[in-house]
């Protein structure tokens, strides 16, 4: 039972239940995130895989860069590695409305870099700024 003016703690890791109060949730969400946005990019997973997490804007920015894969790999022939490992993951809580995470990505022929801004927003938490590298 909660007193009054105090907020339940969170039941599950889901972006709507994101605690700013223990980093290793944050943590915890950016290497899935990370991982599906990357494969995503390289045409492995559909293009709205993460369609809950992240806005329109960073859903079109994916899905742009899936179609540039899709163009190569018919061109080319090329077929990127399957593993992705994710490490490094660094988080900076800006506000209590905003997160700021980073993490490296690397495959067996690359390493990638991946910065993204999670915000609270009326729906819950929501990726609004991605970038790959």
Known sequence: MTTTGQRPAPTSDAPENLSLHDPRVVERMVAPVARRAVEIVRDMRP??????IVTPEVGT?????AALTRRLRASTGYAPPQRLLVSGVR????????????????EPDRAR???MRWELR????RVTVLEIG
């Open 61 to 65: 920015l994916l899905s742009r860069r």
């Open 113 to 115: 870099f991946l910065a």
């Open 47 to 52: 293009e709205n895989a993460l369609s809950r």
């Open 122 to 125: 009326h729906s819950g938490w």
């Open 91 to 106: 988080t900076c809580i800006v506000n209590e409305h905003t997160v700021e995470a980073s993490c490296v990505l690397r």
